[in-house]
């Protein structure tokens, strides 16, 4: 049987204009959040980090500039989706500082044949897609959706599997905590 790929990617391309500075160097208990997302995924044959190049400094990750700079995680998706060895993508925001790799394990979980990614639904029945998964079959799909206007990245969530919040509240009850200002930063 053909072995796919399991990959890791942050995107971390945005300009945090509503946190004021760059919200991936803010320090939560300790170390930047850009260094806490990265330390909670699980293994991975390759890992990616997609930002302007020269921004960060992340061992152990590939810097990988966007295909389309400026223009949303969607396009960091393209840009992740084309670097990444075919198979699975774990794909998450910079943003992201509850995620857990047991978090990451309950969407591996629940792949199912024909899925092509994989979301969490949060408490209030949202699709989530900042924290996902997606399959490098996508690639066409995703720089498709972009050529024709598309920005928004549940967009690229195409034979998506859900997962129900009940299904991953007790691994990570903090997964979908989103820092988008400095008051959002959980008190270390
Ligand atoms: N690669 C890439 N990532 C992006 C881009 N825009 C936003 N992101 C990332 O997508 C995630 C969610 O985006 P936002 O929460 O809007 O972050 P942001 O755009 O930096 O912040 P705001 O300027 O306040 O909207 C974060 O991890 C961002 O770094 C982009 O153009 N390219
Ligand atoms: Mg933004």
Same mark, same amino acid.
């Given at each position: 049987?053909?072995?796919? !790929?399991?990959?890791?990617?942050?995107? @971390?391309?945005?300009?945090?204009?509503?946190?004021?500075?760059?919200?991936?160097?803010?320090?939560?208990?300790?170390?930047?959040?850009? #260094?806490?997302?990265?330390?909670?995924?699980?293994?991975?044959? !390759?890992?990616?980090? +997609?930002?302007?190049?020269?921004?960060?400094?992340?061992?152990?990750?590939?810097?990988?500039?966007?295909?389309?700079?400026?223009?949303?995680?969607? $396009?960091?998706?393209?840009? =992740? &989706?084309?670097?990444?060895?075919?198979?699975?993508?774990?794909?998450?925001? %910079? #943003?992201?500082?509850?995620?857990?790799?047991?978090?990451? =394990?309950?969407? &591996?979980?629940?792949?199912? $044949?024909?899925?092509?990614? +994989?979301?969490?639904? #949060?408490?209030?029945?949202?699709?989530?897609?900042?924290?996902?998964?997606?399959?490098?079959?996508?690639?066409?799909? %995703?720089?498709? &959706?972009?050529?024709?206007?598309?920005?928004?990245?549940?967009? @690229?969530?195409?034979? %998506?599997?859900? %997962?129900?919040?009940?299904?991953?509240?007790?691994?990570?009850?903090?997964?979908?905590?989103?820092?988008?200002?400095? @008051?959002?930063?959980? #008190?270390?």
């Amino acid at each position: 049987m053909h072995e796919e !790929a399991l990959s890791a990617a942050i995107t @971390a391309g945005g300009r945090s204009s509503r946190f004021g500075s760059d919200k991936a160097l803010a320090v939560i208990s300790g170390e930047r959040l850009l #260094d806490r997302v990265a330390r909670r995924f699980p293994p991975a044959d !390759a890992r990616v980090l +997609v930002a302007p190049p020269g921004r960060y400094v992340l061992p152990g990750w590939t810097p990988l500039p966007d295909t389309r700079p400026g223009e949303g995680p969607l $396009a960091g998706l393209e840009a =992740a &989706l084309g670097a990444c060895p075919d198979g699975w993508v774990m794909y998450a925001g %910079v #943003d992201l500082p509850g995620l857990t790799p047991a978090y990451w =394990a309950a969407l &591996l979980n629940a792949r199912t $044949a024909g899925a092509r990614s +994989v979301a969490g639904l #949060d408490a209030s029945g949202h699709v989530q897609p900042l924290a996902a998964l997606y399959h490098t079959s996508l690639r066409g799909a %995703v720089s498709a &959706l972009l050529d024709a206007g598309e920005r928004r990245l549940r967009a @690229a969530l195409l034979d %998506v599997q859900q %997962v129900p919040w009940a299904s991953l509240e007790a691994q990570c009850p903090d997964a979908y905590r989103n820092v988008n200002t400095p @008051a959002d930063l959980p #008190d270390a």
